[in-house]
């Protein structure tokens, strides 16, 4: 008997839909269909693959409608947020994708120097690795992964898609958008199942995995992987720091401090945690927050008004409020928030959370927390919050509030961060033309930019021998003669002086013009 998975609202508890449980059996027949699928899908041309897919950007504005409705039901975000996390992003995805790969699979040639002259040359092209397995968070349900099936359908290759399990209706929708363009079905297939499938899906021999979630879930993707080398690239979010100096706008870092710590209910890969303010101006900076918070709506993310929704799940909902209430007993001030509520009995609901003098070593400043909390560290100066700040073992994102953007661009280049923002928050995540690099616990590997497609074809080196007259000098027979051309080149190659050079060209020459005839 088939089992379904419920996917609820977070905000009403109301039932979204319900998504059908594939079992192992089931996924493998689904990988299965996709290797199949691969050669044609390979094969088809370039122009082809590219006319398909670009028109997901108009599909996508016919449909805002109805899919913000949808995104915003099921993942707890405000309505107007899903239009500028999700479904912009994922316009300006198609967009760049579809113009970059052109250039994709243009043949590139190597310089080889010396060994041309002996009629050795080498080229470059680009070949679709075969099928990918990727899983997306529910941080990011739309655009995240978007910004990877795209590329990957461009470079030929087929897809099996694992959604996260509290936004399975999100994850179908993508795939039966991609089908409405014209994507073969088993180009693309939805693999929605428990922890246990995903854990069967990433221990099949599958060419490329891209993995988006939680560190601990990473972690079992690795190892599931590994008896078989399967490459894995992993973005798993991080516990994100911002820097505002003392010449910083006041106005403008404090709203971006909200929106980055309060967007998607602080929830995001790219959500601010550890804001570190220099103590001449904390005081003014604390205060213009909380007036600022005070302004914010709360409420069902789906009706219009609403700055704040809900939390996707009563578990990460309860971890914050343990975290919030221990650091408030290791000292820091509760400026405002620090409690969970519903509205007539239903929803996620935390209030934003904004603590002052958070202790250095609270555990909100050090691991992956979900939900609305901004913790403002006093610093002394910026070489204090620069330590700070690389004192993590998370490096997704982080960003620099100052008046002086030379000052901002040397910090930059000392933050030992993937994404370095500056006068900018939390948004960088979220361009698909721009490169997110994932250090430390952070993940493995980059995601977006032209070089994605990296991630989905190998580099194909081909190796000429264009000179037919003679046999190589380097292969058998061994004799004296070889090896002192060796020797020679040796010195040719290894030499920087001219006149030397010329030397060890002079003693070659016999050898090549010695070669013997095939």
């Not at 993310?301 to 799940?313: F, K, R, Y």
């Not at 960003?399 to 933050?415: C, P, V």
Request: aromatic content about 10%.
């Amino acid at each position: 008997m088939a089992e379904y998975t419920k996917s609820i609202d977070p905000s009403t508890f109301n039932k979204v839909d319900r998504q059908k449980l594939l079992s192992k059996e089931e996924t493998f027949a689904c990988f299965k269909r996709a290797k199949l699928a691969f050669p044609e899908w390979r094969e088809t041309p370039l122009a082809t693959r590219i006319q398909i897919l670009q028109r997901l950007s108009k599909y996508l504005v016919e449909i805002n409608e109805a899919l913000s409705l949808l995104i915003s039901t099921e993942s707890g975000k405000p309505r107007v947020e899903c239009f500028y996390t999700e479904i912009i992003p994922a316009i300006e995805a198609t967009n760049f994708y579809c113009k970059a790969v052109k250039s994709l699979f243009k043949p590139s040639t190597a310089s080889l120097g010396f060994w041309e002259n002996l009629g050795r040359f080498s080229s470059y092209t680009q070949t679709p690795k075969g099928v990918v397995a990727l899983f997306s968070h529910w941080s990011s349900p739309f655009s995240l992964p978007i910004s990877l099936i795209l590329p990957a359908l461009l470079s030929g290759c087929t897809v099996l898609y694992k959604p996260s399990e509290r936004t399975p209706v999100i994850g179908n929708r993508i795939c039966e958008l991609f089908h409405t363009l014209g994507v073969p079905k088993d180009a693309l297939i939805l693999i929605s199942g428990t922890e246990e499938v995903g854990r069967y899906l990433a221990g099949l021999p599958v060419d490329q995995i891209l993995f988006l979630g939680h560190p601990d879930s990473a972690h079992e993707v690795l190892k599931e992987a590994s008896p078989l080398l399967t490459p894995v690239t992993a973005i798993t979010g991080g516990n994100d720091a911002m820097i505002v100096l003392e010449d910083a706008d006041i106005d403008m870092a404090t709203s971006g401090a909200l929106w980055g710590a309060f967007h998607h209910m602080g929830q995001s890969f790219g959500s601010v945690k550890r804001c570190y303010v220099v103590k001449s101006i904390a005081e003014k900076f604390r205060n213009k927050c909380k007036g600022k918070i005070y302004r914010l709506q709360q409420g069902v993310p789906h009706q219009w008004g609403t700055d704040l929704g809900a939390m996707i799940s009563e578990k990460h909902l309860k971890r914050l409020d343990q975290m919030i209430k221990k650091t408030i007993q290791e000292g820091a001030e509760l400026v405002l928030g620090g409690n969970k509520f519903d509205i007539r009995g239903y929803g996620y609901f935390y209030k934003p959370t904004l603590l002052y003098n958070v202790p250095p070593e609270s555990a909100l400043l050090h691991e992956i927390v979900y939900g609305p909390i901004l913790n403002i560290v006093l610093v002394e100066n910026e070489e204090e919050a620069i330590r700070r700040t690389n004192d993590s073992d998370f490096a997704l994102t982080a960003s620099i509030w100052t008046g002086n953007l030379s000052r901002g661009r040397k910090i930059a280049q000392q933050l030992e961060y993937g994404t370095v923002m500056i006068n900018e928050v939390a948004y960088a995540p979220n361009l698909a033309s721009a490169r997110l690099s994932a250090l430390k616990s952070s993940g493995i590997g980059a995601i977006h930019g032209k070089e994605v497609f990296q991630e989905f074809t190998y580099t194909k080196h081909l190796h000429e021998n264009r000179n037919r007259e003679h046999k190589a000098l380097w292969w058998f027979p061994y004799d004296q003669r070889t090896y002192a051309f060796g020797q020679s080149l040796a010195g040719y190659l290894g030499i920087p002086s001219l006149r030397k050079k010329i030397s060890y060209l002079w003693k070659m020459l016999p050898s090549l013009f010695h070669e013997e005839k095939r």
